[in-house]
């Protein structure tokens, strides 16, 4: 891996010499973010695929003559790395093993047990991971601009997001009031997506129950729904008899519900005293009434009901309800439970075309035997979405019959409120943890901050900005649209963690996600903070850089920062906003980005609003995804020694489309590093080689060359990094194989595009590009060189010719394959020359030529061919026609060299006749 060593050389010369720095005043601009990393840990290949492909991104429009700025920062915010410090300090092993392991991927064991002594201090985590972090950008090329480098726990950084909060209050967006936010029990502080596990991919919603009071002698067995309709079918209750329940005074009313209920609602805002707890065993066989009809409704066991989903208490209506009627079925055999519901007489309530009694019929129609069968989630999800969109209700619903469950929901819902038999419980749409193992609950508080993503007017603002801007790939544009349509109030402020206080309640904390949404602006001034007191950082100075309000002379005056500095600072701004492309991956379309778009809409003028947003799928290792306890993880840290970087952004630029998972596989990255080989190989024999007269080959693949820089032009111009390194990289070292083979020449051909091929590939392999461009004669750094112009004109005479003979290559090794046998004469005969007026037609008219038929003399004969070459699609293989039987002759000895066999054209032996097979670039063949 000759690469490796010479990359770190380069990574030096690049930094010494300020060479991604930009300035400003330029013609044109290109400012390209990424999200920054969080400082909790090392990073992985997985992470380094979106930034490689961001500094592709970034080089390639250096090479394009933009003058491009792209910066680097750390997030620091929220609680996860506070979490981290606080498991050390009280002596967690678990987390110390853990960190022992991260810091022994940078330093010697004996280091590395000192270094952990001081993660006692949280800063001191995000400080040292944020310079290993770096140190790894570094190491793989990254031409980032390090100079506006900060992190988001710096206080010139809170006071830029102090004055993004005053903004939006301002704009009317942040608001206080009563809201249900998601909620870590053992902390007491809300939780957003980063702050859970697996928040981003798995996101967890609030889901609204409706809590029923069933009277229960003097009592309420409380029971959770998420489909009030239901209870005019409700024929009894379930608790788990297994399950551990408690009597509570909620509110001044006496409950029967599970403890984890409880524990719910203490939180949400109800008065909570728990006096006794039993088993839901106890009161089973016991009645309790139906609050609208009246009814007795005997209490049963099952063992699906989950006492931490709901109040643990679930009315039956097992007509609907698949679990419900499996659980009847299992309990019909029971002496004692069996009789107290006729299984054969269950209520009826929502008629749906096709359906007698739907549960029954689809358990039935599954095959299911009992309630532990996992089908049954899924069965239960198609048949209330089915009663949802077609069901409607009958008449067993009283006053309600006749509406459509989507109708009915809220009617009963509001009828059960108003009859002061119901209210709201909030659940998890799923069960989540933070990422500190806490259990994750919805909570409900007064006086919460929130930010109003539900304001109409922003939100049609935010469509229609969507709707224009840049989305690559475009697939993702809807799931932009459809977050911004759910997207509600959001708290933004919790009472722990590192980050910026809250400015308007300094007992809070901005939440991490809420901190990062408009801060690629804050790159463009950064650098001029670094040494100002932040009492100078007045709200005034980000008026006016940000948004010309105010006068540089009051700013002067209220800040007490330099006239110059502040005037650069604002022409710094202008200079580079908006931001013209944020990539990153589809995990953060339903917050981040969205939140982004947002801000960035309610606080700066349209002309400073985000111009486009690229987006790469994960990096999964093996066929599977990478994760410490596999023992599949690769570091970032490790990249350089183990594979070489230019190398590692190869494979992973070339493996797969923006949209597609890459899979890094071993054997593949081998595949990959021996035409990296290849394409060293043939630049240090080429350079050295005389370029020579050209033969027909020579300008076949010079030409061919041509063709895939345009294309891949283009490709790179789109982000189709795959296919632009195939044009270049692998299709040009494919056909360098056959310029081998058939020219006198090859190195001395290939020397006329060395200097170009290479520039073509530097956004990808930068470190060869530098090592090599000199050598080429190039001047400056490689990084900085212009993109090839594509003034050369391919012959395209000579690729059809050349295209040719490999295609009739190919089509005999294909015959001799199917045949199992090497031939010792091959036998090649040209199509009738009519044919070739046909193949004229179809190259000109395409799917249009069959009306061409009527010129030939033989009609039948004609309208074959033609369908035949329309089929075939041959214009997208060869664009004219060519003297076949001239171009196989001048190719006669190649053909002889590769076949290993006598080959003769349109020989009068022809013993299978056929010659009258024969089709324009596909000639017939006999072989003996």
């Not at 069996?338 to 007698?356: A, R, W």
């Not at 490709?715 to 083979?741: G, P, Q, S, Y």
């Not at 006669?892 to 006749?913: F, M, Q, T, W």
Request: charged letters at 30%; a positive charge.
């Amino acid at each position: 891996m000759k690469w490796k060593s010479y990359e770190a050389k380069w990574q030096k010369k690049w930094e010494k010499q300020g060479v991604f720095v930009p300035s400003l005043d330029s013609k044109k601009k290109f400012f390209l973010t990424i999200p920054y990393p969080y400082t909790s840990g090392a990073l992985h290949i997985g992470h380094g695929r979106t930034f490689t492909l961001g500094d592709i991104i970034a080089r390639f429009k250096r090479h394009q003559g933009y003058t491009v700025l792209f910066p680097m920062a750390f997030h620091i915010s929220g609680s996860p790395i506070l979490s981290i410090s606080d498991k050390i300090a009280k002596e967690d092993v678990r987390t110390i093993r853990l960190y022992l392991e991260y810091l022994r991927i940078y330093e010697t064991p004996e280091n590395a047990e000192k270094i952990i002594t001081t993660f006692t201090d949280p800063k001191k985590v995000a400080k040292y991971f944020a310079g290993k972090i770096s140190q790894d950008f570094k190491s793989i090329g990254y031409s980032i601009d390090w100079t506006r480098e900060f992190n988001t726990g710096e206080e010139r950084y809170n006071k830029f997001v102090e004055w993004q909060y005053h903004q939006l209050k301002e704009k009317g967006v942040l608001v206080q009031g009563k809201y249900p936010i998601l909620w870590s029990l053992e902390v007491g502080q809300p939780v957003g997506e980063d702050d859970i596990a697996d928040g981003d991919t798995d996101k967890v919603t609030i889901t609204e129950f409706n809590m029923i009071k069933f009277p229960f002698d003097g009592e309420f067995l409380v029971a959770a729904s998420l489909r009030p309709e239901t209870i005019f079918g409700t024929t009894n209750l379930w608790v788990n008899p297994k399950g551990i329940y408690v009597r509570t005074k909620v509110d001044g009313e006496t409950w029967l519900i599970s403890r984890e209920a409880a524990e719910k609602l203490r939180v949400q805002g109800h008065e909570v005293d728990v006096s006794k707890d039993f088993r839901g065993r106890e009161i089973v066989g016991r009645f309790a009434q139906n609050p609208l009809t009246g009814e007795k409704l005997p209490v049963l066991p099952a063992h699906f009901v989950d006492l931490d989903n709901g109040t643990g208490v679930v009315y039956a209506v097992p007509a609907h309800a698949p679990y419900d009627y499996q659980a009847l079925c299992d309990l019909s055999n029971h002496e004692r439970l069996g009789n107290l519901v006729d299984i054969n007489q269950l209520p009826v309530i929502i008629n749906i075309p096709g359906y007698s009694v739907p549960a029954k019929e689809v358990n039935e129609l599954h095959g299911i035997k009992d309630q532990k069968d996992s089908r049954l989630e899924a069965i239960t999800k198609e048949l209330y979405k089915t009663e949802f969109y077609s069901g409607l209700l009958n008449n067993k619903c009283g006053k309600f019959s006749g509406l459509r469950v989507s109708e009915a929901k809220d009617k009963v819902r509001d009828k059960l409120r108003k009859d002061k038999v119901s209210s709201t419980l909030y659940e998890t749409s799923r069960k989540a943890i933070t990422r500190s193992k806490n259990k994750v609950v919805v909570s409900v508080i007064d006086d919460q901050w929130f930010i109003d993503y539900s304001n109409k007017e922003w939100k049609k603002k935010g469509t229609k900005w969507i709707k224009r801007m840049e989305i690559i790939p475009e697939k993702y544009r809807k799931w932009f649209l459809d977050t911004i349509e759910w997207l509600d109030k959001r708290p933004c402020a919790r009472k722990r963690g590192l980050g910026t206080k809250f400015p308007f309640d300094k007992d809070w904390i901005i939440e991490p996600l809420s901190d990062s949404t408009i801060y690629m602006a804050f790159y463009t001034i950064a650098k001029y903070l670094k040494d100002l007191s932040p009492d100078s950082m007045k709200l005034e100075l980000f008026d006016f850089v940000f948004l010309g309000t105010g006068s540089l002379e009051s700013v002067v005056k209220t800040t007490g920062i330099k006239r110059d500095t502040i005037e650069t600072m604002r022409k710094e701004f202008l200079e580079w906003y908006p931001n013209d492309l944020r990539h990153t991956a589809p995990a953060h379309v339903s917050n981040h980005l969205t939140f982004f778009i947002m801000h960035h809409i309610a606080i700066f003028d349209p002309k400073y609003w985000p111009k486009g947003i690229s987006l790469n799928e994960v990096l999964i290792r093996e066929g599977v995804k990478m994760s410490k306890s596999k023992g599949n993880v690769i570091t970032l840290a490790h990249v350089a020694e183990k594979y070489g970087s230019d190398l590692y952004r190869l494979y992973v630029a070339s493996s797969a489309e923006l949209d597609a998972v890459i899979d890094w596989r071993e054997r593949d990255v081998q595949g990959v590093s021996s035409k990296l080989s290849k394409f060293i190989d043939i630049i240090e024999k080429g350079a050295k080689a005389e370029e020579g007269e050209l033969e027909l080959v020579d300008e076949w693949f010079l030409s061919k060359f041509y063709i895939s820089l345009k294309s891949a032009t283009k490709h790179m111009e789109d982000l189709k990094f795959r296919d632009a390194i195939v044009d270049l990289m692998f299709k040009t070292l494919n056909d360098f194989k056959w310029l081998e083979r058939r020219s006198k020449n090859p190195f001395g051909t290939v020397k006329r595009i060395l200097k170009t091929w290479l520039i073509a590939l530097a956004p990808v392999i930068p470190h060869t590009a530098e090592e090599y461009w000199p050598t080429l004669g190039g001047e400056g750094f490689a990084s900085l060189a212009p993109w090839p112009s594509i003034s050369e004109k391919p012959n395209i005479s000579a690729v059809t010719k050349e295209e040719f003979v490999r295609s009739v290559l190919n089509q005999v090794r294909d015959i001799s394959k199917l045949a199992d046998k090497k031939p010792t004469r091959v036998f090649l005969y040209i199509a009738d020359k009519w044919k070739y007026r046909a193949l004229e037609a179809v190259i000109k008219e395409k799917e249009r030529a069959m009306k061409s038929v009527g010129q030939f003399e033989n009609k039948e004969a004609a309208s074959k061919v033609i369908q035949s070459l329309i089929k075939g699609r041959i214009w997208e293989k060869f664009s004219e026609a060519v003297d076949e039987e001239a171009t196989l002759k001048d190719a006669i000895k190649a053909l002889e060299e590769e076949l290993g066999a006598k080959v003769e054209i349109n020989s009068k032996r022809d013993p299978l006749k056929k010659k009258d097979r024969a089709m324009p670039f596909r000639p017939a063949i006999y072989l003996e």
